[in-house]
Nanobody, 125 residues
Framework: EVQLVESGGGLVQAGGSLRLSCAASGFTFDDYNIGWFRQAPGKEREGVSYISSSDVSTYYADSVKGRFTISSDNAKNTVYLQMNSLKSEDTAVYYC??????????????????WGQGTQVTVSS
């Protein structure tokens, strides 16, 4: 059974930090690239960050550049999203997803094969 399980969300004050984890199982982790997405109430799901399995290149939405860092531990089949200097506008449900497509299309939701159930991040101001 394919699973992507996010964890690490919670309530944090503005300026604080959280580290999200995305644990993958049921598929060949090295064959897939992982993206992080988020969806705030009343808004569309948007891309946050992406990491390539082949060359570990990383990509970020402009809104999180310099504050968020994506990383991967292939031995654990886990991708992390370190989120620093959190702002109230970062409040959302965060999802990880797996795709075989390359980085040129990393923000396109329809190209992802597998999705996690999401983890809530709430930033209080």
């Amino acid at each position: 059974e394919v699973q992507l399980v996010e964890s690490g969300g919670g309530l944090v004050q503005a300026g604080g930090s959280l580290r999200l984890s995305c644990a993958a199982s049921g598929f060949t982790f090295d064959d897939y690239n992982i993206g992080w997405f988020r969806q705030a109430p009343g808004k569309e799901r948007e891309g946050v960050s992406y990491i390539s399995s082949s060359d570990v290149s990383t990509y970020y939405a402009d809104s999180v550049k310099g504050r968020f860092t994506i990383s991967s531990d292939n031995a654990k089949n886990t991708v992390y999203l370190q989120m620093n200097s959190l702002k109230s506008e970062d409040t959302a449900v965060y999802y990880c997803a797996a795709t075989r497509y390359g980085s040129s299309w990393w923000e396109l939701l329809g190209l992802y094969d597998y999705w996690g159930q999401g983890t809530q991040v709430t930033v209080s101001s």
